[in-house]
């Protein structure tokens, strides 16, 4: 029986060992994950626990892949080698690794084992294969992708290949993902991609592609070619109805813009700083040149092809940094679905929207930084905009109802223009009603407006309920230079203010009472004239204060000690503080958890032997003016002895004066 226990006993021990996760050194096991990662490995650890799930070798030095190391090891469904230094595989390592689906190889020198011409051979359950940054150049990915038919992504980025060719991808045919990005390649030969009929997202931005001028891809559903030297994008004149979703083609040199499938289901087009000078999609102008062999030819499309883009379902175009002058209205009117249009830096003079294109699908409109001089958007127009950038245009007179008549507006970037705002002195007209140009707009009234910029607008006042009924939580009014703001300016704000700017607007007092704005959160009022800090009552919540670059020399220690109780940040550099005539103050800075981040660059200044010296307001202390109360005690000390004096000898002098003029009668008696 104790024999027989004892077996048992054994049994159960070895069943045990076979199962138990074992903590190897130098590696990481966590269940079936190995973690050999970043140990300066040469060769892989020979007792490596079995039924490896996956296996991280990563950022080592491994130079050589052989069966003796990698054989035992069939269970394996991740192979991470990424970073190491290797340039031998030994051919048909993989063939028995039957589990195997991912396979990192990236940042290796595979480019030395592919100068053999020798095949890895099979990766015949491989699904995603990693071959980045390893110094492959045209006809190297041959030897690692001529037996791969279960690989559906394909990782080749940063490597040197200038061309691909018809048969490169011949022996991975189920791919959907291809990463060509950051390579130098200048040439696609006709039918490489052809044949994949399951590719759905290729990247080959990033490299030195001139033209596409037959595009045909149909079943693909992302294309990025940004960061290439593209002249022309054109796609094959067709009826098939193409699948292309999101089409990068950002930072190129292209012209004109792109011919784009009849039929396509694109959501997202970004075509920004390119050198495109219109939208006109009806066909390019004669002065075009095709592009042949990578250089141009004097060959030119024709201008009377019909419009073959269809524009309806995107959602997203960008074609801001170009030379673009107009937007005509016929291209609007496609946009039927469109929310982001980004048409900033480019050289637009006018911008309109009326019934014929309505946009009433758009959120977000940047018009920031063109030549803006005439904006009309008609009635019942950009009924669902949200966010709207004209800031950096010239604008200066235009109907005073824009941006009343905008529902759902809620971000209005409106600074470097030339615009005023309407007070309450001008009369608000009845919705509906038309309304002629003005040299000031509405900013009141407007109940979804949150976010407002008029930074640098050359405004000359802000007047009384200049934003009554726009509950705005962030206004910025800086770098206006004189601008002359009405003590009922913020009226309406009350609740709603959090964020205000006053920066830079050479302001030597404050009309405006800012201590009724109880939400207020953030103030800058730096880079201004303040001679006294602005008066606040217990009820502030200002958690930021920027006090920097005016010239305060005393700060009034019960305003200061209200904001304490809130207050997390303050700045104060750059004013002539008077060291002793702010010491409570001083202290309270010393002592307090208030951040002051440009604490190191605060100075005040002080009285000693008759020299103004200047030091730290971190370094202050009660000797530094103890000289000065002295010196000033001495003076009172002096001056109240002398009128003393004055005031006995006064009286010394009343009190003889009767005496004197009895003895004289007394003597003419």
Not at 257 to 270: M, Q, S, V
Request: negative net charge; charged residues 20%.
């Amino acid at each position: 029986m104790g024999s027989y226990l004892w077996f048992i006993l054994a049994f159960m021990n070895e069943v045990t060992a076979t199962f138990r996760p074992r903590q190897l050194s130098p590696c990481q096991v966590v269940n079936m994950d190995v973690y050999c990662n970043d140990l300066n490995l040469r060769t892989i650890p020979e007792e490596l626990p079995p039924n490896i799930y996956t296996l991280d070798l990563s950022r080592n030095l491994l130079q050589n892949l052989t069966q003796e190391l990698l054989a035992f090891y069939t269970t394996i469904h991740h192979l991470n080698l990424h970073s190491n230094k290797i340039q031998f595989i030994q051919p048909g390592l993989f063939k028995d690794m039957t589990n195997l689906q991912e396979l990192d190889l990236s940042k290796n020198y595979l480019d030395i084992f592919a100068v053999s011409k020798t095949e890895v051979g099979p990766l015949s359950t491989v699904k995603k294969l990693s071959l980045s940054g390893n110094g492959l150049y045209t006809g190297m990915t041959d030897y690692f992708l001529r037996d791969a038919p279960s690989l559906l992504n394909l990782s080749l980025d940063g490597n040197s290949i200038t061309k691909i060719g018809k048969e490169t991808f011949s022996g991975s045919l189920a791919l959907r993902n291809i990463d060509l990005h950051n390579n130098v390649i200048l040439e696609i030969e006709e039918g490489a991609f052809e044949s994949l009929l399951d590719l759905s997202e290729l990247d080959l931005s990033m490299n030195s592609i001139t033209c596409i001028t037959d595009f045909n891809l149909s079943q693909l559903k992302l294309l990025n070619l940004s960061k290439n030297s593209l002249e022309s994008f054109q796609t094959t004149d067709s009826d098939l109805e193409f699948e292309l979703l999101y089409l990068d083609l950002r930072e190129n040199k292209i012209h004109y813009f792109p011919i784009l499938p009849r039929k396509n289901r694109l959501i997202y087009l970004d075509l920004s700083r390119n050198r495109m000078r219109s939208v006109n999609t009806t066909g390019l102008s004669e002065d075009l040149e095709y592009i042949s062999e990578g250089r141009f030819t004097t060959h030119a499309l024709s201008a009377g092809k019909t419009n073959r883009n269809d524009f309806s379902r995107l959602l997203y175009l960008d074609m801001s940094y170009n030379q673009i002058k107009s937007i005509p209205a016929s291209f609007l009117r496609g946009l039927g679905s469109i929310e982001v249009l980004n048409l900033s830096n480019n050289c637009l003079e006018a911008f309109s929207v009326d019934h014929s294109g309505p946009l009433n699908t758009l959120k977000t409109l940047d018009l920031s930084f063109n030549v803006l001089q005439n904006l009309s958007f008609g009635e019942n127009t950009l009924q669902t905009l949200e966010e709207l950038y004209l800031n950096g245009n010239i604008l200066g007179t235009i109907d005073p109802l824009t941006f009343y008549r905008l529902p759902r507006i809620r971000d209005l970037h409106l600074q470097q223009n030339f615009l005023s705002v309407c007070g309450s002195h001008h009369r608000l007209p009845q919705r509906g009603h038309r309304s002629q140009a003005s040299d000031c707009v509405f900013l009141s009234s407007i109940p979804t407006l949150h976010y407002l910029y008029l930074s640098r607008n050359s405004l000359d006042s802000v007047p009384q309920n200049a934003f009554r009924g726009s509950p705005l939580l962030v206004l910025d009014l800086s770098e206006n230079p004189g601008l002359d703001i009405h003590q009922n300016a913020f009226s309406g704000l009350e609740s709603s203010l959090t964020h205000l700017s006053l920066k830079e607007n050479d302001l030597g007092v404050l009309k405006t009472d800012l201590s009724v704005l109880s939400s207020l959160k953030n103030v800058d009022l730096s880079m201004n004239r303040l001679t006294t800090l602005p008066l606040w009552n217990k009820e502030t919540v200002i958690e930021s204060l920027n006090l920097q670059n005016n010239s305060l020399v005393t700060l009034e220690y019960s305003t200061v000690l209200v904001l304490e109780k809130t207050l997390k940040t303050l700045y104060l550099g750059s004013n002539p503080l008077s060291c002793c005539g702010n010491l409570r103050f001083l202290r309270m800075v010393q002592k307090s958890s208030v951040d002051i981040p440009d604490i190191a660059s605060v100075t005040c200044q002080y009285t000693q032997d008759s020299e103004h010296k200047e030091i730290s307001i971190m370094s202050v202390e009660q000797e530094h003016c103890d000289t000065i109360d002295k010196k000033s005690l001495g003076i009172i000390v002096i001056i109240i002895t002398a009128l003393v004096l004055i005031g006995v000898l006064t009286l010394l002098s009343k009190m003889c004066h009767p005496r004197r003029r009895r003895l004289r009668r007394s003597f003419k008696a």
